[in-house]
């Protein structure tokens, strides 16, 4: 399968240059040149398939021309080694819970599987360890480090800035040790994004290491992401509650909403999606007014969204030949002030017991104001509540219990290395390493 550009200027690539690149070098995003519909016999026996399994169906359309049938599915048999899960809210609504991973994030799935396919390529072509630089202010960094940890062929350096991630975040990349090293910067996010940045830059430093990033807009951690769509069709289809199903995402970035999008496009009875969004509405505004207006992100409680210029517009413009009208009716969209997200987690809590986290709450409430007559809709929940410990337990008033892979990260020992911003020195640390 080739990939082109979203900007239309850079040559085709191959699976392997666009994974290995993640950015395409006219700054524009990769995507596959076809998009494959799975056959009807799919669909007519979804519900009977496991998890992995359609899961590899779905990989092998997009991803069988170019690596072999029995390394993929084990690619996706071991990225997928846990549930995601659609559970019954209320009536008509239910929560694809995409937090049962090692980091209690739906990030985990594109990290894990690019993890994997990048180790895959190393591999083949006997090249020599390869280093992946990843900036975080908190939660990019644990998605990446536990999805690459321990995977052959690859280091991953987490930047991070000293004293501006939490407790639990921080313990999420620094306790891990083997092939994942912490470094503490003594600066801001912005500064260690930079040091990235110059780093991918530096003639020198790429001549002696093989550097790559494992950017959220990376082919692999993208496309993965379709995977849980057909899951949530399938658990939805067994119950009986399939029929017109509206499927809404919390959207910061929008990568996830996309490759559901996709999801879609090869034939996924999904009748509508809403994309939820917060105070960070810049796609809402545009399905009103049909103009895109980036604007700087603005900080709300559903952090993870507050994206002022989301990079995966590109690819939603693409899939749609940039029609405005025909992206606005394929999805219509909803945005919350904190306010209103507090709102929504005390509420649904009161009256169902279903702890939200305030991303998922957003999906929830552009569900419940959003759902017409006759139509089932599922909203996914991005990450798990207790990621947000002081937040939800101040808006419900209860202890939150912390699940026990976030307490097992909790007991491990904090390991870093302490950074200046300045990039002589950061060079000259990763020269030596
Ligand atoms: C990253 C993230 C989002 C936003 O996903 P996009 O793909 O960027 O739209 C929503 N919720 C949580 C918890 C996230 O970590």
């Known amino acids: 399968m080739k990939y082109y550009s979203t900007n239309h200027q850079a040559s085709e690539a191959s699976l392997e240059e666009a994974v290995v690149k993640g950015l395409a070098s006219d700054k524009g995003l990769y995507m596959p040149e076809v998009i494959k519909p799975l056959p009807k016999e799919f669909y007519d026996h979804i519900e009977d398939l496991s998890f992995q399994e359609i899961a590899y169906h779905v990989a092998d359309a997009f991803f069988g021309e170019d690596i072999p049938a029995e390394t993929l599915k084990q690619i996706v048999y071991d990225t997928l080694n846990f549930d995601v899960p659609a559970v019954k809210v209320k009536e008509g ?9 090692p980091t209690l994030a739906f990030k985990d799935v594109g990290a894990r599987f690019m993890a994997r396919l990048l ?14 630089l990843v900036a975080t202010s908190g939660d990019t960094g644990s998605a990446v480090a536990n999805g690459f ?16 991630v939490s407790e639990i975040q921080e313990k999420q990349f620094t306790t891990l040790g083997q092939n994942i090293t912490a470094l503490e910067v003594d600066g801001t996010f912005d500064d260690c994004q930079a040091l990235v940045k110059n780093a991918f830059m530096d003639v020198d430093l790429n001549a002696c290491k093989k550097l790559t990033s494992a950017n959220s807009i990376n082919v692999a951690r993208f496309l993965p992401q379709a995977f849980y769509y057909f899951y949530a069709y399938a658990q939805l289809k067994k119950a009986g509650k399939a029929e017109n199903l509206v499927v809404c995402v919390p959207s910061g970035n929008f990568g996830n909403i996309t490759a559901g999008l996709f999801g879609k496009r090869m034939g996924l009875p999904v009748k509508r999606f809403i994309a939820a969004n917060n105070l960070n509405d810049i796609f809402y505004q545009y399905l009103q007014t049909g103009k895109y207006a980036p604007r700087p992100s603005v900080a709300t409680i559903a952090n993870a969204m ?16 940039g029609s405005h009208a025909v992206i606005a009716t394929e999805i219509s969209g ?13 509420e649904v809590y009161q009256e169902t017991g279903y702890l ?8 929830y409430r552009a569900l419940s104001e959003g759902l017409q007559n006759g139509e089932t809709g599922v909203f996914l929940e991005t990450a798990h509540p207790a990621k947000f410990l002081e937040t939800v337990e ?31 020195s950061f060079k000259s640390y990763l020269m030596n390493e």
Do not use: W
């Not at 609504?93 to 991973?101: R, T």
């Not at 940890?149 to 501006?164: A, C, E, F, T």
């Not at 507050?306 to 030949?321: E, I, K, M, Q």
């Not at 909803?334 to 005390?346: L, N, P, S």
């Open 93 to 101: 609504i239910y929560s694809l819970e995409l937090f049962h991973g």
């Open 119 to 132: 180790g895959y390529f190393i591999k083949k072509e006997e090249q020599k360890q390869v280093n992946v």
């Open 149 to 164: 940890l321990g995977v052959d062929g690859i280091h991953v350096y987490v930047l991070y800035p000293k004293g501006k």
């Open 306 to 321: 507050d994206v002022g210029d989301p990079s995966n517009f590109a690819r939603v413009l693409a899939l749609y030949g």
């Open 334 to 346: 909803a945005a919350y002030t904190d306010e209103q997200i507090r709102e929504t987690v005390k």
């Open 356 to 363: 939200l986290d305030p991303h998922g709450a957003c999906g």
């Open 394 to 424: 101040g808006i419900v008033g209860d202890k939150v219990e912390i699940p026990a892979k976030l307490q097992e990260f909790m007991k491990g020992i904090k390991q870093s290395i302490s950074m200046s911003k300045d990039f002589e």
